[in-house]
């Protein structure tokens, strides 16, 4: 009876965290209950024994490794406390300990299977798996951006029914569902996250950018009912949706159409330019272009250009943006508004505070003449 109460009640209350805590306390409240019985029924007989030694009895007996440095002298010891510690006690630890390792096991097969609600802070969010090796490389950008190998990812699909192994040699956590649907972003942290990335579904299919324009908007909208800033770019498929895009607000669109096409044309004409193209794009290794907001104003371009080659830091500024047009290699009267952003190309983005600073304090007015 006592069993079949037991195995009801963890029917009914299924959830991992219930059934742990559960069996937990009532291992717990066993151990006690035993170890008090013991304890009134054999300290009369046994002077020297307390209340820790009856429950450490009460362990060891519930347990079956009986060490024997404490066992009943008394009837009422051996036949009303023992027996039921003997009987009861070690049917209900076991099962006990078999629903702590089924709710662990279980735990681990709806991580597996993309059930299971991310926990994480400040974590990467990308929607949609075009195909593994891509989000895998996805996932080594990201962390070699911020030197940390660990950096937690989480992937929103609908095309995986499990988690790939190339995600668990990667540390890559996955969760099943539409990035379209609050409950499954919910699920996936994005709340709680500091980048999400949407991946078009497919770049040949036309409906790609409308599921990413709702994923979209769905991340600005749990954005908005949160304090924390979420950093969103979305990957465009066609250009022609560009405009529609920008009403999401995201940090950053990326289109997949004619950036190829650019590239292998300066390949045609500049072989050997898609080699410098991946070394500035690429994170793991040399320098990268930044986009740095500053203190610099009424400085002209060219003066910080040549003050940043004495600096000690690798810090070269090759452009700024004025009003969203970004414009390289400014004529050498550009002078810098307190509007505009610098592009900077320097090994970390710290590489050009650390100028900032020097220059500001050697320097204490802009040299605009």
């Not at 066993?30 to 007989?45: D, R």
């Not at 030694?53 to 490794?65: E, G, H, N, P």
């Not at 290794?285 to 104003?297: A, D, R």
Request: with cysteine.
């Amino acid at each position: 009876m006592i069993f079949y109460l037991f195995r009801r009640w963890f029917s009914l209350h299924h959830k991992p965290a219930m059934r742990v805590g559960t069996a937990l306390f009532v291992a717990i409240f066993l151990n006690l209950l035993f170890g008090a019985a013991f304890y009134l029924a054999e300290s009369a007989q046994q002077p020297g024994l307390g209340f820790w030694d009856s429950v450490w009895w009460s362990m060891v007996t519930m347990t079956t490794v009986g060490y024997g440095d404490f066992y009943p002298k008394t009837f009422v010891g051996r036949f009303l406390v023992a027996y039921p510690c003997l009987v009861i006690g070690i049917g209900l630890i076991g099962y006990a300990l078999g629903v702590i390792a089924e709710s662990m096991l279980e735990g681990f097969n709806q991580r597996n299977k993309g059930k299971a609600t991310m926990r994480f802070e400040d974590h990467l969010v990308i929607c949609q798996c075009p195909s593994v090796s891509r989000v895998v490389q996805l996932v080594a950008q990201f962390r070699a951006a911020h030197e940390a190998p660990e950096y937690p990812a989480v992937v929103v699909t609908a095309r995986l029914d499990e988690r790939p192994i190339e995600f668990r040699e990667n540390s890559i956590h996955f969760v099943k569902g539409v990035p379209t649907s609050e409950e499954t972003l919910t699920r996936a942290g994005v709340g709680r996250a500091a980048a999400v990335i949407v991946l078009a579904h497919d770049p040949r299919d036309e409906g790609s950018d409308a599921e990413s324009f709702t994923a979209g908007t769905l991340v600005k909208l749990i954005e908005g009912d949160g304090e924390r800033k979420i950093s969103l770019v979305i990957e465009l498929a066609d250009r022609k949706n560009q405009r529609m895009m920008e009403r999401v607000g995201a940090s950053g669109i990326v289109p997949l159409e004619g950036i190829t096409d650019k590239l292998l044309m300066q390949e045609v004409f500049n072989p050997g330019l898609r080699a410098i193209f991946e070394e500035l794009v690429t994170y793991k290794k040399g320098c990268e272009f930044y986009i740095v907001s500053h203190q610099l104003t009424g400085w002209k371009l060219r003066d910080l250009q040549v003050a940043a080659l004495d600096h000690p830091r690798g810090v070269q500024i090759v452009g700024a943006i004025r009003n969203l047009v970004t414009i390289m290699n400014p004529e050498k009267h550009f002078c810098i508004k307190q509007t505009d952003q610098l592009v900077v190309l320097a090994e970390c983005r710290t590489d050009f505070d650390a100028f900032q600073l020097t220059h500001l304090a050697q320097n204490l007015q802009p040299q605009t003449a």
